[in-house]
């Protein structure tokens, strides 16, 4: 039998918790094999991304992305439902975003890999109001950094 302390604070606990909204999401992780391929997106691992919005939380898709330093890491929207922006995370700080890749509105990063680890991506809406939008999304590890899914490249910050 709880003493009634415990019970109290058991019952204070479960009540903030049913009180409190909790926004969290696991991370997909992702990790390509490195290909020599050249055909765009050849190869690659294609996934679909959710971007959740409600009221005014809005919940960006998350995953990680696992390679070492060669080649480049091409990540890229193939198909979305909704205007939506990519950012890619290296493991030394480094940012890298796309809105719309030239008259596309598909997102894509190109980082020439320098340091092996884990990259984060995130996929998350433009608007400015919360909606609920699908991706199809491909990520591809390529060499040598001449293939021509190295390019174009993105500008990390």
Do not use: H
């Amino acid at each position: 039998m709880l003493k009634s302390w415990m019970r109290d604070g058991l019952l204070v606990l479960l009540a903030l918790a049913a009180a409190t909204p909790v926004q969290a999401q696991a991370l997909d992780a992702i990790y390509p094999n490195l290909k020599k391929c050249t055909t765009l997106n050849c190869e690659a691992v294609a996934f679909r991304a959710r971007i959740n919005g409600f009221d005014t939380n809005i919940d960006p898709y998350l995953a990680i992305v696992g390679v070492s330093a060669v080649g480049c890491l091409r990540v890229q929207v193939t198909q979305a439902t909704a205007d939506l922006q990519l950012t890619v995370v290296a493991p030394n700080g480094l940012t890298y975003f796309n809105d719309n890749q030239g008259s596309s509105a598909n997102p894509l990063v190109v980082i020439p890999l320098t340091q092996a680890g884990q990259y984060t991506i995130a996929l998350s809406q433009t608007a400015t109001t919360a909606i609920e939008a699908g991706a199809s999304v491909s990520a591809g590890w390529y060499t040598p950094a001449s293939n021509r899914n190295c390019f174009p490249r993105s500008l990390g910050r």
